[in-house]
């Protein structure tokens, strides 16, 4: 039986019918440039460069994908910019709820997957069920492959600093704050308050109501943030701050919270599962005050709570954009990227799970030897209650550019948790308005 949203092969879709099948019908070998931030320094380049390389390997005469880099803050901005020049790439990562609706959908511009979903139909049986149903389009059309892998998003502790009594995801929030003793979080106030707004999640998870609200919204965005949960959330985030955050915290970008969480001047930060890499050996180079990656633990939030997104778009979106020969590379491409053994590597490279995949014996055998990895996978149980970050639920100009402003004048005391989350409702209407 096809999962809800398959269309049939018969059925008409828009953009090309290029298919991965066809192969490289003029005998020359296809190139296409993909313009990405998992590039260099990026902590996503740890296992899609090395990805990239298996793919042209294997295909080497036939297809061959060029990188292109563009930094991540302003990756969907280059998106739009392109877009309107006519040159909107063939295969874009990360696309949110809000560009979809204001580019993609109006301007016809995604290239439906339902015909490749049809063609890999072991691709289809891994989706997850919500993003398959937030793909659909009410015509039918699929936007982007849906979610598989889920990256909880949670904690890293070092616990040659702070080694508490119990896990982490069995305490309360005060219980988690009295364990820090001095022991400082890595916060950040640039790049989106990216640390400290998972923390705030979790926060507002942990109040009464707060869990069922993330929820609520969940794939939607959020408008009125004068609401008790969050509110509550907000005071707490600065108490704890007032206590608890690494000196360095109001003006760091997500490079100084890491760097000092590397260099153990905190012991605690939040991040997703994607930063395990930055433990092993081979990054020591990044490490110093004799920190070392083999203490770090991983664990997720106070109150059994993890944060990551289902109803959401996949990590891949086609469009319309490119020659069929390039749509076809691209095809290609998504089909290898999503195999077992790809899927399998970039489970044990980022630590993510993938629900719906009943994983190999050599899979299994290289978890064992990976206790971070391994951890993060049985941490998540059917009492864990998986929330989605504040941000995603914020209007992009609010969670890209508000949130952190406003951010640095509640820690430093120039306004109050209530008038941080009145200009956040009201930024948003605004936004709405506009």
């Given at each position: 039986?096809?999962?809800?949203?398959?269309?049939?092969?018969?059925?008409?879709?828009?953009?090309?019918?290029?298919?991965?099948?066809?192969?490289?019908?003029?005998?020359?070998e296809i190139v296409l440039t993909l313009?990405?931030?998992?590039?260099?320094e990026n902590v996503g380049a740890v296992y899609f460069e090395p990805a990239v390389e298996r793919f042209n390997e294997q295909n080497a005469g036939k297809y061959r994908i060029e990188l292109e880099e563009v930094v991540e803050a302003s990756y969907l901005d280059k998106m739009s910019q392109l877009a309107q020049?006519?040159?909107?790439?063939?295969?874009?990562?990360?696309?949110?709820?809000?560009?979809?609706?204001?580019?993609?959908?109006?301007?016809?511009?995604?290239?439906?997957?339902?015909d490749?979903?049809?063609?890999?139909?072991?691709?289809?049986?891994?989706?997850?069920?919500?993003?398959?149903?937030?793909?659909?389009?009410?015509?039918g059309d699929i936007l982007s492959v849906p979610v598989i892998t889920l990256s909880n998003m949670g904690?890293?502790?070092?616990?040659?600093?702070?080694s508490p009594d119990k896990n982490i995801v069995d305490m309360s929030v005060d219980e988690f704050v009295e364990s820090l003793g001095d022991n400082k979080l890595a916060f950040q106030t640039v790049d989106n308050a990216w640390t400290s707004m998972l923390f705030l999640t979790a926060l507002i998870a942990n109040e009464e109501g707060g869990a069922e609200l993330l929820q609520q919204y969940d794939g939607e965005k959020l408008y009125d943030f004068n609401q008790e949960p969050i509110i509550n959330a907000v005071t707490k985030l600065k108490e704890i701050w007032d206590t608890n955050?690494?000196?360095?915290?109001?003006?760091?970008?997500?490079?100084?919270?890491?760097?000092?969480?590397?260099?153990?001047?905190?012991?605690?930060?939040?991040?997703?599962?994607?930063?395990?890499?930055?433990?092993?050996?081979d990054s020591s180079g990044n490490w110093s005050n004799n920190f070392d990656g083999a203490n770090v633990k991983a664990d997720y939030y106070p109150g059994n709570v993890a944060i990551c997104n289902t109803r959401i778009y996949g990590r891949w979106t086609m469009t319309t954009g490119g020659t069929d020969e390039e749509k076809e590379c691209a095809l290609a491409f998504l089909a290898f990227i999503y195999s077992q053994e790809e899927l399998e590597t970039?489970?044990?490279?980022?630590?993510?799970?993938?629900?719906?995949?009943?994983?190999?014996?050599e899979f299994l055998a290289k978890l064992d030897a990976d206790p971070l990895v391994k951890a993060q996978t049985k941490l998540v149980t059917e009492d864990t209650t998986i929330v989605p970050s504040i941000a995603s639920i914020m209007v992009d100009s609010v969670a890209n550019d508000l949130f952190a402003n406003d951010l640095v004048q509640l820690v430093n005391g120039a306004i109050t948790p209530e008038q941080f989350c009145q200009d956040l409702t009201t930024k948003s209407e605004e936004a709405v308005a506009d």
């Open positions: 039986m096809k999962k809800p949203g398959i269309r049939s092969s018969g059925d008409t879709a828009s953009g090309s019918d290029a298919s991965a099948d066809d192969g490289a019908s003029t005998g020359k313009s990405t931030y998992y590039v260099g020049a006519g040159e909107i790439p063939t295969l874009i990562a990360g696309v949110t709820t809000e560009w979809a609706n204001t580019v993609l959908i109006p301007n016809n511009l995604y290239y439906p997957m339902n490749f979903l049809e063609e890999h139909p072991e691709i289809m049986d891994l989706c997850l069920d919500a993003s398959v149903e937030y793909c659909t389009q009410e015509n904690s890293y502790y070092n616990s040659a600093m702070y955050a690494a000196s360095n915290s109001v003006g760091a970008a997500y490079a100084d919270a890491a760097n000092g969480f590397m260099s153990e001047q905190s012991a605690v930060i939040f991040n997703g599962s994607w930063m395990n890499s930055e433990f092993s050996a970039f489970a044990l490279t980022e630590g993510c799970q993938i629900p719906h995949m009943e994983y190999s014996d």
